[in-house]
Structures are given as C-alpha cells and as structure tokens.
C-alpha cells in the first residue's frame, strides 16, 4: 500500500525535518493517480508534495518534498553552483525537479546532484561529486564530509522520527495526521 510505503520512506519529510525523500513503489498492477490526487490534496494544505519521477514498466520512483524548503536549499551558492556545473538552468525549484526527472530518464545512475533535492549539505554533495570515496567522515543517509557530529545527530533524528511514525502507522493513524504542517509564506530567491 502506497500509504506504508510513504510512512517507512518518509517520515522525516512528513515530520517537516527534510527536505524530501524518495523511494520505489511496486505500480505493475495499480493505478496509483486517484491514490496520488487525493495525497496531494492532504499534503499540499500542510506544505508537502509528492510526485512520480520516474516510471519504469513495473515501479515509479516517487518524490515527496516540501517545495519551501527545497526552494531555499536550492538558493544555497554552493548548490546553485553545482547545479550550473551539472547543466540545470536554475529559475526555481520546480523547475530543477522536471530537469532532474529528466536525467533520471536519460542516465542509468542517480545523478550525483540528487542530494541537493534531498536536503543534504551541498558541501558533503560537492565532495561526493568530486571524490565519492575521499574523506568521508561518517555514512548514514548520506556520505557526510564536512560536519560529522552534526550529521550523525541528524541520522539519529530521521531514524527515531521514522521508527515513530511507522508504530503510529500500524496503531492506524491516519496519514494526514502524520503530516506537520509547516505552510509558510514562499521566500523566493533571485536567480
């Protein structure tokens, strides 16, 4: 169920501490675009969105992100500046999403860049891009370089906040009730 599958793989999205998180849902033998309206309607009015960004024949990769702060990641200089180097023509956050679904069409891997639509340091981001394997200080949900404490103390949030969730999705609490809310008015930056 689309549902489980959102709790289990976003959960600190849902609980408004990251940005996004994606994950792969089995669509062979389900349309999940009712499924996905109704989503929207409950996580647009709290400030979250989801989308698919990737179809194959069997699964969708989807991407459930909160556009304020993906917004404001993305205005970062240093994630400016990666995104430049990788092509993306930056005029605001929805648009780097469509270009991003759109390398993931084209590449076989994940574009090293996807952290920055994840949240992640855009400095831990550059280092990965440069040399995956130099310098890494601690892994968790990403490789970090720079600031390990703080990064181990951000893993150990986004793993309580998910064991949490996913107890208070097997209790049966509804989803919207999972969902914080954290609609602020949109501060946009200048390209």
Known sequence: MLKKAIIEHCAPT??????ANMFTFDTKF????????????????????IVPIRSGTNKT????YRPERLNSDLCNPTAKSILCNKGYCYKNAENCIAQLAKRLKSE???????????GYPPED????????QEGVKCV?????????DKAEEIFAKYKKCT????????KGKPLNRLVVNT?????????
Request: glycine share 6%; with cysteine; hydrophobic share 40%.
């Open 14 to 19: 849902l609980a408004g501490l990251k940005t």
């Open 183 to 191: 609609n602020k008015r949109a501060k946009f930056c200048v390209a």
């Open 140 to 148: 968790g949900c990403w490789k970090a370089y720079t600031n390990p």
């Open 61 to 64: 990769l989807f991407y459930v």
């Open 163 to 170: 064991k949490i969730y996913m107890e208070e999705g097997k």
């Open 30 to 49: 389900k349309n999940v675009n009712k499924e996905l309206c109704f989503l929207n309607k409950m996580f647009n009015k709290k400030g979250v969105r």
């Open 108 to 118: 076989a891997d994940f574009p090293h860049e996807i952290g920055l639509f994840l």
């Open 125 to 132: 981001v550059m280092c990965f891009i440069n040399n995956p």
